[in-house]
């Protein structure tokens, strides 16, 4: 089962309008998303998706395959959607979003064989504890609670689960927005109308859930932080240059 990864990158922005073409440590913050997932193992192609030339003409140079897709999209998920509905012989699509330019190899490849190992697994996502200087309170990040079975029983930007009595060794899981999607389940997916849970929440991950199918977790051991503002920039291109000045003291 051949498995293809998609970036979504668009160009305006809200709240960093230009955000896929800014330079982070020498390289467009797209050109890092890409050589992150090109590095994964299990991955047969890395696509970029995008509606504007700009974004098509730096991706092209620097040899990544692109994908001019619709400019009507609502969100990064149906822009993978028509690229994924043109592509043959591929069972896998992974949506990596284009503004994480420390997504980990090994996280792509563990999700792809998630769903390889677990045939009856429509798609699945990723999961890490918070970190101790984190708020779990803060709407603006995304809670998931899993079952046994680390498959998503609910995804909430409240708290959840509520405590009603204090549980040792209870902790809050932090939603890592990665997606791999069965194709097949890909394209129905986008074609489903947004339940009243999907529209509150906004979170579309909720509308697999109304639906009835199952969404595998991946665990990992942290978040890698993506780039949302200009702020994040800098603090992701002082992670890079520690990483690289860390492998330069690692004895060959």
Same mark, same amino acid.
């Given at each position: 089962m051949k498995t293809a990864v998609i970036i979504p990158a668009r160009y305006g922005s809200t709240r960093f309008p230009g955000k896929p073409l800014v330079s982070l440590v020498g390289k +467009?913050?797209?050109q890092h998303v890409w050589e992150r997932c090109q590095a994964a193992d299990g991955v047969d192609s890395v696509i970029i998706a995008t509606d504007d030339m700009r974004i098509a003409e730096t991706v092209f140079a620097?040899?990544?395959?692109?994908?001019?897709?619709? +400019?009507?999209?609502?969100?990064?998920?149906? *822009?993978?959607a028509e690229v994924a509905a043109k592509l043959r012989g591929f069972g896998v699509v992974i949506n990596v979003q284009g503004d994480e +330019? @420390?997504?980990?190899?090994?996280? #792509?490849?563990? @999700?792809?064989?998630?769903? *390889?190992?677990? /045939?009856?697994? +429509?798609?699945a996502t990723a999961a890490a504890p918070f970190a101790r200087d984190e708020d779990p309170v803060s709407p603006n990040v995304v809670k998931v609670v899993c079952d046994a079975r680390n498959r998503a029983l609910y995804f909430s930007r409240s708290l959840i689960p509520f405590e009603r009595e204090r549980v040792s060794g209870l902790r809050p899981l932090r939603h890592i927005g990665i997606y791999?999607?069965?194709?097949?389940?890909?394209? /129905?997916?986008?074609?489903m109308p947004r339940p009243?849970?999907?529209?509150?929440?906004?979170?579309?991950?909720?509308?697999? @859930?109304?639906?009835?199918?199952? #969404?595998?977790?991946? @665990?990992?051991k942290s978040v890698p932080p993506g780039i949302d503002t200009p702020e994040d920039l800098e603090t992701v291109a002082r992670l890079i240059?520690? /990483? /690289?000045r860390v492998l330069r003291t690692v004895p060959s």
């Open positions: +467009p913050i797209i620097f040899g990544a395959e692109v994908a001019l897709t619709s +400019p009507q999209h609502a969100t990064g998920t149906d *822009r993978v +330019p @420390l997504i980990p190899p090994g996280l #792509i490849s563990a @999700l792809a064989l998630r769903l *390889r190992e677990d /045939r009856a697994l +429509p798609m791999a999607f069965r194709r097949a389940f890909l394209l /129905r997916f986008v074609k009243a849970i999907e529209r509150a929440e906004s979170l579309e991950q909720l509308r697999a @859930l109304h639906a009835g199918s199952s #969404i595998g977790v991946v @665990l990992t240059k520690t /990483r /690289r």
